[in-house]
């Protein structure tokens, strides 16, 4: 019998969803709880659909729970066809979450659609599912739908996640606190050291919940809210989604691209995956580093003025030679000279050299002292200035006087 | 203005000059004839012919050639040179006559031959030659020119006066003496300066004549106007008294050092006095032989190749090909350029 009705209903939802204008009003019912397993008492069932209806106009999402006894296919695929066939969800994306309690397969599922998937992450379902699971196995159905609803809730209510603020340190933000004490401080001083330095703006943020936003989105939204350098990397931990993120702006975009790229995220991972979150920010900057230096080496050394400059010696050089060439090719040969001194011909008819005079000047010049040798002392005096060095002339008389020649 | 061709006394073909033996061929029957014997069977054997001079001495003038008879007109310096028609040789020897006669020669020494193979050797390691100034016909246009130039001889006389000093110097105890002698020196003499070299035409290139110095001037011979049979020969426009006051100069100044020279062994030298002066000197007007190449550029540059036609010296000025200097500015800076570019990005 509930086969039937189920099959019936089925089939009617199905032929109600063919007729266009009928599927704009979507879920043309308002109900949200279809017990197909007779899960719950009437009361129960009731009571949850207000709670749904409810908690549906709070969050501004489609919520739905489903049992079911007969399934023959996966719990999966029921739920998804189920939420899809009942035309549930809000917006064009038709954004909401059916619970489905499979009887036939003993599962449960949560089927999330449009927003909800990025709401409901892996890991919050998975959470949802601990809560619920204790009262699923005890068979306390209705209590197992309400702490599903509470998870939800809890959940969904919190978005959008509040984007971290600037706290004692203004590079690194730790919104998952998996950065023990201390070791903000010491990323956060390198990463000043290399802002200081190179002029690039570095920022390590970890997050436990992103919200709807990709991590891209809320790497650059924090980017942009911090106020940060046009030239900049942001690795995002996005522990929500177990994600390593790095983003880019400006020159980094060019600088950090490419297999430089997938090199630091790789690494970057890897010390993530051991739980070295720590050591992965390091790994962050010390691989960020070296690529910023090389790379404005090489800008500066490719600059237009380095190219022109380059090329305007090269040039230079290459005219050189040319040169060279030219003054070779314009004359061979030096000019003649007629060489006098072989060809002329001396003839001396006198040859006179006369002595006139003599001087002879003194000039007192003691010479160096030889070095003192052993431990004695010596000492001395000595004149200074004065001195006058005399001559004497052929006629005998002494004279004085200097010369000096120019 | 009358002209010669010398003929062979064999068989009346015209006969050259030839570098190689230092004496006359004829081409037609291969007699060869020294100067000796051609000077003995001259006025009879050896064919002159006059044609009546047309024109002054000194400007262009028309002349018949003495084999064809046909009118030429010859440049006004143009002393020997070729028919244009029958391609015989000419000697305009109007022109080197009376006061224009030469009194010295260098005949050729080197054969046209061994001058193409010079130039063909010279400008084959010259990559930056423009391909056309390599090429054969170029080479065969190279001409044997007797260049016409003067020779002075001079003698300077007088003398030079000077106050030197000789300084030595010595230590004897604390003390360092220094000895300075003074002397009255005086040199006088004659100084004698032979063949010093003038250019005697004014068309003359100055680098190429000066390039192709120096000729063995004491080897020249007393002029014959047959050595110039079959080469080209300029007659001198420049007169020796324009180089009067540059030569006195010149043998004065060498004159000067030459005494000075002797003045030796002082410390230092004063000149207080210079009595040196030109007393004699003696211009003589010589034909040097030169091989030349000229070669106009497209811009109308000339450029030129000379071989000293005695001594086989090379001078030139060769032309460049700007595409093949672009080749190598290329070849120099682009791959610099490119070392530098790839240095800048690999590093
Ligand atoms: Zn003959
Ligand atoms: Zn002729």
């Keep these: 019998m509930t086969k039937r009705i189920c099959g019936l209903s089925l089939l009617l939802v199905f032929l109600l969803a063919l007729l266009p204008g009928v599927l704009a009003a979507g879920a043309d019912t308002q109900q949200r709880v279809f017990d197909f397993a007779a899960l719950l008492t009437e009361s129960e069932a009731a009571a949850l659909e207000e709670e749904i209806a409810a908690l549906s106009g709070e969050l501004g999402v489609d919520l739905a729970v489903a049992t079911t006894d007969d399934n023959p296919q996966s719990a999966q695929e029921y739920a998804d066809d189920f939420y899809d066939a009942h035309g549930f969800g ?13 009887m036939e397969n003993r599962e449960y ?81 390198r990463i000043d050291a290399l802002c200081a330095q190179k002029g690039i703006d570095l920022a390590v943020v970890t997050a436990d919940y992103v ?31 177990r994600d390593v993120y790095i983003a880019t702006f400006g020159q980094m975009a060019s600088i950090l691209s490419g297999s430089a790229l997938d090199e630091t995220v790789a690494a970057v991972i890897a010390d993530a995956e051991a739980g070295g979150y720590y050591q992965a920010a390091l790994t962050f900057l010390s691989k960020t580093e070296p690529l910023v230096e090389k790379a404005q080496l090489r800008a500066e050394r ?16 290459g005219l050189l030679v040319c040169l060279l060439v030219m003054a070779r090719y314009r004359s061979r040969g030096k000019g003649y000279t007629y060489p006098f001194r072989e060809n002329g011909k001396l003839e001396l008819t006198c040859r006179e050299d006369r002595f006139l005079s003599e001087r002879i000047d003194r000039r007192y010049s003691p ?33 004085g006087g200097g010369g000096r020649g120019f | 203005m009358p002209s010669v061709t010398y003929k062979c006394p064999n068989c009346d073909a015209p006969l050259v000059f030839d570098a190689g033996t230092q004496g006359f061929y004829c081409d037609f029957c291969k007699s060869a004839f020294t100067k000796e014997e051609l000077d003995s069977k001259a006025g009879t054997e050896t064919q002159s012919q006059t044609a009546s001079a047309q024109g002054e001495e000194g400007h262009a003038a028309c002349y018949s050639c003495p084999s064809c008879g046909a009118q030429i007109l010859a440049e006004e310096t143009t002393a020997a040179t070729t028919c244009y028609y029958c ?15 030469p009194e010295l020669v260098i005949p050729f020494q080197v054969k046209k031959e061994e001058a193409e193979k010079a130039f ?53 105890g604390d003390y360092i003496y220094t000895k300075t002698e003074y002397y009255s020196v005086r040199r006088a003499g004659s100084v004698f300066f032979d063949n010093l070299v003038r250019n005697a035409l004014k068309k003359s290139n100055r680098q190429l004549i000066e390039g192709v110095q120096p000729f063995e001037t004491q080897k020249t011979q007393v002029f014959s106007l047959p050595y110039l049979s079959g080469f080209q020969a300029e007659a001198r426009d420049i007169d020796a008294k324009e180089y009067a006051g540059e030569i006195a100069a010149q043998a004065n100044e060498y004159a000067q050092r030459m005494m000075r020279d002797t003045i030796d062994s002082y410390t230092t030298v004063q000149i207080t006095g210079n009595s040196l002066h030109l007393a004699e000197s003696h211009f003589r007007y010589a034909l040097f032989p030169v091989w030349t190449l000229t070669y106009r550029g497209p811009k109308g540059t000339v450029y030129y190749y000379a071989l000293n036609g005695q001594t086989g010296k090379v001078f030139g000025r060769l032309p460049l090909s700007y595409p093949r200097l672009g080749i190598l500015l290329a070849a120099v800076a682009v791959p610099l350029f490119l070392l530098a570019l790839l240095g800048g990005f690999l590093l």
């Design chain 1, 90 to 102: 809000v917006g064009g994306d038709g954004t909401g979450a059916l619970l489905l309690i499979d």
């Design chain 1, 367 to 399: 010479p160096p002292p030889p070095p003192s040798s052993g431990g004695g002392h010596g000492g001395g005096g000595g004149s200074f200035g004065g001195g006058s060095s005399t001559h004497t002339s052929h006629s005998g008389s002494t004279h």
């Design chain 1, 302 to 317: 490719t600059s237009p003025g380095r190219i022109l400059l380059y090329a305007g010696g090269s040039v230079l050089v």
């Design chain 2, 120 to 172: 063909a050797q010279w400008v084959k390691k010259k990559w930056f030659v423009p391909a056309p100034f390599k090429q054969e016909s170029e080479v065969q246009a190279l001409t044997g020119v007797y260049f016409p130039f003067w020779l002075a001889d001079c003698k300077v006389e007088g003398g030079l006066e000077a106050s030197a000093t000789r300084v030595n110097s010595w230590r004897s």
């Design chain 2, 87 to 101: 391609h015989n040789p000419v000697i305009l020897s109007g022109r080197l006559e009376g006061e224009m006669e």
């Design chain 1, 211 to 241: 919200g709807e936003m990709t991590a891209r989105e809320y790497a650059q939204q924090f980017y942009q809210a911090q106020g940060m350098g046009k030239d900049g990397a942001l690795l995002l931990l996005d522990m929500d989604h």
């Design chain 1, 109 to 189: 599922y949560i089927s999330t659609k449009g927003q909800m998937i990025s709401r409901l992450t892996d890991s919050r379902i998975d959470n949802i599912l601990d809560e619920m699971e204790p009262d699923m196995k005890a068979g306390d159905y209705s209590q197992a739908i309400a702490i599903f609803l509470d998870q939800v809730r809890g959940y969904v209510a919190n978005d959008p996640p509040a984007l971290p603020q600037a706290g004692e340190f203004d590079r690194v933000f730790d919104g998952a606190g998996i950065f023990s004490d201390g070791q903000p401080a010491v990323l956060q001083s």
